[in-house]
DNA sequence: CACCAAATAATTTGATCATATTCTGAGAAT
DNA sequence: ATTCTCAGAATATGATCAAATTATTTGGTG
């Protein structure tokens, strides 16, 4: 009996975690066009699950509707990132404050050991698995704050910038990109919720500032 | 031929608006459970635009998915009001510096006219016009700000909070409702983003207090 | 005669529905 | 109390319809 008790998660679901994940890590390049028969192949999924995964992305900033029933990735300008700039700087320091309030050692080492794994993927200059594990980061303080709202808000933003975030990375490579998480890690185990909502509040500003450098000057 | 120029929005669209407007001015109480059929039938849709308009206000905050396929009307607990009011004195106010900016008179004749209709709901005690000008007054900041992702944060915030607040302005009635409005609209008028923003951190802040007062104290 | 533009046809893609399937929870029976 | 059964609700499919983009034709003009 035990050798199958899991109940997979409806269709839906997965393929909302699949898209996403195509999103954050993937091959969507911003402006890229998204069909919905497209995904069905893509995702070997039906056309119904696909469409409910695409509204919640859509909802959550992570895809645009472009008027005209069609979907693509966002294209940031640079208004957009002063308002993520802004609403990061606003929202998470304060999810590290109760984070640093609620951690466990063990809550901490698990996050160290992101945080040692995102910069091994920095030493070999591997772009995917700097970016998995710098979400992953991000999500773990996020998750630690236990506040459910103020984390979505903080995941939506993440979302949003996700693809823009691979092309720079990608164009850069791993050595120039930013990572003040170690000081927000120490002087969350000195119990310091001060220090490490401003270690964090550096790290989303010049993760903001890069981006805004960097955004592709198309127009002449 | 001119009889029906317009073209339609697709069906999805509407029941997402519909179902929005039960969700803010109509009579869904919190806990209340959500059946996909039931919205067929009161919204005389099919079921892949219900579920899509679903996923959507799910992913919004607006409606949760609670585990087993089940969703329902959030129930606020005391920590989702105070992120709810964190989240918003961090957000609106600097929505409301660039409103304060990008306003031209008529934008503020527009909104003032708002408000008017407001102070009238409160007068003759309209409890459901009162949370719907309240909703635009709020929301016309948000849209004057021209920061699309700042005003979908707030936006959701609210969406979150909506029924809620319908349930407490009913138990209340309309006269001890916060209304820091008109020190907002001068403010803004003369050109003083500061003070308007401080204004509606005021407004959100005796808002959200409110809440925390009365929400139903259930447990003994 | 070549070229541009407007109109129209063709194809691709999105939207919707009816129906089949799977899952959940309540109550009956042990 | 535990297990079983079953009704009802959610999930998923694929066919069908409608809209939009792209390609093609056609007619006129320099």
């Known amino acids: 009996m035990d050798t199958q008790p899991k109940a997979s998660p409806p269709a839906h679901e997965i393929v909302y975690g ?6 954050l890590f993937g091959d969507l390049i911003p402006g890229q066009a998204i069909t919905i028969q497209g995904l069905t192949a893509m995702l070997d999924a039906g056309m119904t699950p696909v469409r409910e995964a695409l509204r919640r992305l859509i909802s959550e900033g992570a895809l645009v509707f ?19 700039l802004f609403g990061r700087q606003a929202i998470e320091p304060q999810l590290v404050i109760m984070a640093t309030q609620n951690a466990t050692p063990a809550d901490l ?27 992953e980061f991000h999500r773990a303080l996020y998750d630690l704050a236990n506040a459910p709202i103020l984390a979505s808000l903080a995941d939506t933003m993440y979302l949003r910038f996700g693809p823009s975030l691979r092309v720079i990375s990608g164009r850069l490579g791993t050595q120039s990109l930013p990572d003040l998480h170690k000081a927000c890690l120490s002087a969350m185990r000195a119990g310091d919720a001060h220090a490490a909502a401003n270690a964090i509040k550096q790290d989303v500003v010049s993760g903001m500032e890069l981006m805004k450098r960097n955004l592709t000057e198309s127009h002449p």
Do not use: F
């Open 18 to 23: 699949k898209l996403r994940e195509h999103i």
């Open 66 to 84: 472009n008027g005209n029933r069609r979907v693509s990735v966002p294209v940031l300008s640079t208004e957009n990132v002063n308002e993520l």
């Open 109 to 135: 080492d698990a996050i160290e050991a992101i945080d040692i794994a995102l910069d091994e993927a920095i030493e070999i200059g591997d772009v995917k698995g700097y970016l998995r594990k710098n979400y």
